[in-house]
């Protein structure tokens, strides 16, 4: 099916088949219950699993496949985004122009950085990645002020020219359509004791992230991404078999490059505004994290990563002191405070500790990521009789 | 004139000689045997002639063209392929895999973006390569890691990468070396029958004077850097200035 061997098309449908029911799926507490503050199901957060997913997916294509760790990819995220919200401002609010732009500007824009960069391997080409990404923070936030209103942000404002929809012009400011779609609008729906949002803005970043998937399944299993693995396995024997590196590798930059683009454009598409923050390093650092965390080199680990980051990042954080005292409410007054103090620090603002903690429990025993901890799980409920062999087993890179 | 043409080449590693004055010229679908003892600097004539290395002085010519100044990339596209010492394989990437992307290479030149096509559709491409590993004898291993490869198959692996691009120059540096008596007589019968089957050209280091013997067609003895005699292997053995190097005197010239 699509092209995409047996194996790769189910694991693909069942990702579209849970991505498209993830308003359902992510809210399993009933609405205003206790649990309720658990559910992710709502259509910021999903549009962010989402955007982030695809973010994350482009950056394994790189990093995953070709060993080389670039720590400066939310430098492209922000590009994205400001070329995004220029179509916006220019152009039209209907997203495709903006999406398309954000893509394109990323991929040039990756291509110098990437040309540049690639000079070098290992920690120093991690750290001209960081470098030029640094450097394209300081230029948004203050140099390039005429283009990305620096410390402010870029933001759509009245005056805009948008010539393609200046007809349909009216005294607020508009919102991001898709073809008169907008972005922001949702359906609410009551189901006993759910309360489910399907929002446009959720489904058009699902369906772009599937795609993203889609290729990126067709690059893993293609002669080009036996190429990028080879980068990463002997570049020695590769030029020995008569194949040049360096346009491997650039070529997998520039590709993860212009996801992250897309990534960006989708963010301004969703919030119509951009920020210098989004290059700034941590940005950078947390989609490599997000990477390492569901499984560098695999298929799905990326999604998985993001996911789980985004996940801690608006849910743990919001579980406030408040909320600890009321689940330990059932121990006595002075053991309740005690086990606050105690757990606190993991808790809402600390949920960076928490994750931290997370990703280096994953890092030093789950070293393929949390992808690799489901397998292993999964091959333990199925062992099959010692010495039974599995013949494809090391065919292709694991899902 | 041979198809590889070496003149006048010197390399020195700072103090050391390692290069001197190397004079050698491999006849067209000859196998050349390059044979002397441990840092008479045979690999580093293989560096210089796949562009691993860059010598102080000399040209090398092979089909008439310089390949100094060359990439290894662009002179494995000339037809050059070399087997290392120490094997040079993809560890991380499966046995097949390993033999695809010679493939892939050949097919397609030093760079190609396929990203869109399937490797699972390129039908003729896998059943070259599988044919080359059924040719190699390491069919049952296709799956394998090749990095979990034995040493012996590690070098029978590199043997078909190398094989399996057609080269017109194959340089091999100790292909055997490793590898239990029936796989060296393995390789010898496989080099043979690839020797019989189609135009080719072997220039091949070794220590192993039974694989020598087997092969060569030609014989240059090299000691401290420079090239002793050059023979044909009847004339080589009990030649007295090859005892003399192996027995490490340095009374030559
Ligand atoms: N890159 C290098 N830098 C410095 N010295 C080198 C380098 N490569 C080789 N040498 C030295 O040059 C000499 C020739 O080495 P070479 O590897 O060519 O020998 P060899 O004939 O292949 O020996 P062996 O039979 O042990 O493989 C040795 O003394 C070696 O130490
Ligand atoms: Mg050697």
């Given at each position: 099916m699509f092209g995409l061997e047996k194996k790769d098309a189910a694991l693909l449908l069942i990702v579209a088949v849970v991505t498209l029911c993830a308003p359902i799926l992510l809210n399993p507490f009933p609405a205003g219950s206790e649990m309720a503050q658990f559910n992710a199901g709502y259509p910021d957060l999903m549009q962010r699993f989402a955007i982030y997913g695809i973010f994350a997916i482009g950056f394994n294509i790189l990093f995953g496949l070709t060993?080389?760790?670039?720590?400066?990819h939310a430098a492209f995220l922000g590009v994205g985004s400001y070329s995004a919200v220029w179509m916006f401002k220019l152009l039209s609010m209907n997203i495709i122009p903006g999406i398309i732009l954000s893509v394109i500007v990323a991929g040039l824009f990756s291509l110098v950085i990437g040309f540049i960069s690639l000079r070098r391997s290992g920690i120093y080409f991690s750290i001209l990645t960081l470098a030029f990404a640094q450097m394209s923070y300081n230029l948004a936030y203050s140099v390039l002020t005429p283009i990305t209103n620096g410390e402010t942000g870029l933001q759509l404002s009245l005056n805009d020219p948008r010539v393609l929809d200046a007809a349909r012009t009216t005294g607020s400011l508009p919102v991001t359509t898709l073809f008169g779609a907008e972005m922001r609008s949702a359906t609410s729906v009551q189901f006993g004791v759910w309360e489910w949002q399907f929002s446009t803005g959720f489904y058009v970043s699902a369906v772009l992230m599937l795609l993203a998937l889609y290729l990126a399944i067709r690059i893993f299993r293609s002669p080009f991404g036996i190429m990028l693995r080879a980068v990463k396995s002997n570049q020695n024997r590769m030029s020995y078999t008569g194949l040049n590196v360096r346009p491997y590798t650039l070529a997998a930059f520039v590709i993860s490059g212009m996801y992250a683009g897309l990534a960006g454009g989708l963010l301004a598409a969703m919030d119509p505004l951009a920020g210098a923050e989004r290059m700034q390093w941590t940005a950078s650092g947390e989609v490599v994290i997000m990477t390492i965390l569901g499984g560098a080199g695999t298929l799905l680990g990326p999604i998985i990563g993001a996911g789980f980051i985004k996940y801690f990042e608006n849910i743990f954080s919001k579980i406030n002191d408040n909320v600890l005292h009321d689940w330990f409410a059932f121990l006595p007054d002075g053991l309740n405070d005690f086990v606050v103090t105690v757990i606190a620090p993991f808790f809402g603002d600390g949920w960076n500790l928490t994750m931290g903690l997370m990703f280096m429990a994953v890092v030093i025993f789950l070293p393929g990521g949390l992808v690799d901890g489901a397998r292993r799980i999964g091959r333990l409920f199925r062992r099959k009789p010692a010495g039974a062999k599995r013949p494809d087993a090391a065919t292709k890179p694991a899902e | 004139m041979g198809i590889l043409e070496v003149k006048g080449v010197n390399k020195r590693f700072g103090g050391l000689q390692a290069l001197g004055n190397v004079n050698l010229s491999v006849a067209e679908n000859t196998v050349h045997a390059i044979i002397g003892p441990n840092g008479a600097g045979k690999s580093t004539l293989l560096n210089v002639l796949v562009g691993k290395l860059i010598p102080d002085s000399g040209t090398v010519t092979f089909d008439g063209q310089s390949v100094l100044g060359r990439k290894p990339h662009e002179i494995n596209q000339m037809g050059i392929s070399r087997v290392f010492q120490t094997p040079e394989i993809f560890g991380d990437l499966t046995v097949m895999e390993n033999v695809l992307i010679p493939c892939f290479a050949k097919r397609d030149g030093s760079f190609r973006l396929h990203a869109f096509e399937q490797v699972a559709n390129e039908s003729l491409i896998i059943e070259t390569a599988e044919q080359m590993l059924i040719d190699v004898n390491m069919q049952d291993k296709r799956h394998m890691h090749a990095g979990n490869l034995s040493r012996g198959d590690k070098r029978r692996l590199e043997m078909a990468m190398c094989l399996v691009q057609q080269p017109r120059l194959l340089l091999l540096d100790e292909p055997t070396a490793g590898m239990a008596r029936a796989d060296t007589n393995n390789t010898i019968d496989l080099l043979k029958e690839i020797k019989a089957k189609r135009d080719i050209t072997m220039a091949i280091i070794e220590h192993d004077m039974h694989v020598v013997f087997s092969l060569a067609e030609r014989i240059t003895v090299l000691a401290q850097g420079t090239p002793l005699v050059e023979d044909i292997p009847s004339r080589i053995k009990g030649h007295p200035k090859v005892q003399e190097a192996y027995l490490g005197t340095t009374a030559h010239a």
């Open positions: 060993g080389y760790l670039s720590f400066g | -």
